[in-house]
């Protein structure tokens, strides 16, 4: 059964830095994409960027409220996915979750494998 583990998370303060792990274990992965979610106090689950692959070549996409300011990678040697987020605002505090979809349902890549969570606090 493939997991999921996130690391990286922690308190940094406004216009810092911070670099999420999501180590994939517990066998090969059959991923069409890999993704990063965000969740804030009382707000509902969003997106933040995902990471797909066709042969080589990888694409990427990230929501607006972070483009040009997070950046999502994989090492395939490593079996990792990474996002790297800089120069980070208070509204970026939220639990950072990662996550694996194994299926594309209508065009879309559904995520079904999701990893517990890491905490991302910034601080004023």
């Known amino acids: 059964q493939v997991q999921l583990v996130e690391s990286g998370g922690g308190l940094v303060q406004v216009g810092g830095s911070l670099k999420l792990s999501c180590a994939v274990s517990?066998?090969?992965?059959?991923?069409?994409?890999m993704g990063w979610f965000r969740q804030a106090p009382g707000e509902e689950r969003e997106f933040v960027a995902h990471?797909?692959?066709?042969?080589?070549?990888?694409?990427?996409n990230y929501s607006d409220s972070v483009k040009d300011r997070f950046a999502i990678s994989k090492n395939n040697a490593r079996n990792t996915m990474y996002l790297l987020m800089n120069r980070l605002k208070p509204e970026d505090t939220a639990v950072y979750y990662c996550?694996?979809?194994?299926?594309?349902?209508?065009?879309?890549?559904?995520?079904?494998?999701w990893g517990q969570g890491t905490q991302v606090t910034v601080s004023a």
């Open positions: 990471i797909t692959w066709s042969w080589s070549v990888s694409s990427t």
């Open positions: 517990g066998g090969s992965s059959s991923f069409f994409a």
């Open positions: 996550a694996g979809s194994g299926r594309i349902v209508d065009g879309k890549f559904e995520y079904d494998v």
